[in-house]
C-alpha cells in the first residue's frame, strides 16, 4: 500500500482502533471518544474489513487483541503521535511553569543516582515540575507501563522486550563492584579473592533468595556464607554499618552509598558482568511535548566515573 491508498482509508478508524487498544472496552471507547456504542461499534466492524481480522475477541474479562491487532498497535500509535505533534503549534514544553507531576518507575540502586541527580536539576533550574518515584525492576516493566499513571521505566535492559506498543533506549552501562563499611569490616581495598570469598555477605536480588555472585561461586565449588538476604536496596547501609559484611551490587549505587554513609567500595576480586540501564515508555507517548521533555531530560544523566 502507497499513500494514495490511504484514499479509500477514513483514518478516523485508526484513532477508533486506538482508544480500542487502551480501554479494551466499546463503552468505555465510546466515552472516551465521545461516540455512541453503535457509532464504534460500526467504526470497529469497519476496521475488520479492513484489515480482514477481527482484531477484538469477546472474553470474560473485556475485549482481548488478536495477534494482528498487538501487531498494528505500536505502529498506529506512533504514527498517530507523530501527526498530532506535526499539527500541534510547536511550542516547547516549559518545565518551570508547568506543575505537571511526573511517575518514574525503576529499581532502587537506580533510584539511588536518579532521583537526587533529578532533585539538583529541578533546583537549579527552579522548574516547576514534580517527579513522584515507584519501584519496578527488569521482571516487572511491562507490569508497570501497564499503570496508565507509569511515564516512564528504567531498569537493567530486559533480555527481550516482546511487546510492540513499548519504546526503549539504552542511557549508560553499568559493572558491579563491592561496598563495605571500613569499621566493621577489617579488609583493605582492593578486596582480595579469598577475603571475598571468606567473607559473610548481604545478598540482594529481587526474590531475596538467590544472585548471580551464588552462580558465580558456585561454578568455581565455593559456597558464600549469606545469613541475610533483602529484596531491595534500602537496608543496605544500615546492615553494613552494623556488621562485618559486604556486599556485590551495581558499581554506580555503591558509590552513591558510600559517598552519602562513609563507605568504601572496593572491584569485585571475580570477574563479573557489565550490563546495560535503559529506559522504557509506550508508544502513546512517543511525540508528547512533554514526555519528549521528560526522556530528553533523563537521558542527560550519566553515571560519576
Known sequence: MNVNDLRSIDLNLLVVFHVLMQ???????????????????AALARLRATTDDPLFERSQTGMQPTARALELAGPVALSLGNL??????????????????????????IETVIAPWLLEQSLAAQWGVRFAFHQTHSHRYAESLSDPTIDLVLCAT???????????QTLFTGGYCCLFSPTQLAAGTPLSEQMFREATHLRVSHTAQR??????????????S???????????????????????MPDYAAKALANAAG?????TPIA?????????????????????????TVAGYSPAK
Open 23 to 41: 480501554e479494551r472496552n466499546v463503552t468505555r471507547s465510546a466515552a472516551k471518544l465521545n461516540l455512541s456504542q453503535s457509532a464504534v461499534s
Open 158 to 168: 530486559p533480555a527481550e522486550i516482546g511487546v510492540a506498543t513499548i519504546r526503549t
Open 226 to 248: 549469606v545469613p541475610v538476604s533483602l529484596s531491595h536496596f534500602a537496608g543496605v547501609t544500615a546492615v553494613l554499618a552494623n556488621t562485618p559484611t559486604l556486599v556485590t
Open 84 to 109: 498530532a505533534k506535526t499539527l500541534a503549534p510547536s511550542t516547547a514544553f516549559n518545565a518551570q511553569d508547568s506543575q505537571r507531576t511526573f511517575h518514574l518507575a525503576m529499581s532502587d540502586d
Open 263 to 267: 563507605l568504601t567500595t572496593s572491584p
Open 272 to 296: 563479573t558482568p557489565r550490563f546495560t540501564v535503559s529506559m522504557m515508555w509506550r508508544a502513546t507517548n512517543e511525540s508528547a511535548l512533554d514526555h519528549v521533555w521528560l526522556r530528553e
Open 211 to 224: 544472585g548471580f555472585i551464588d552462580d558465580l561461586l558456585e561454578s568455581s565449588g565455593i559456597q558464600r
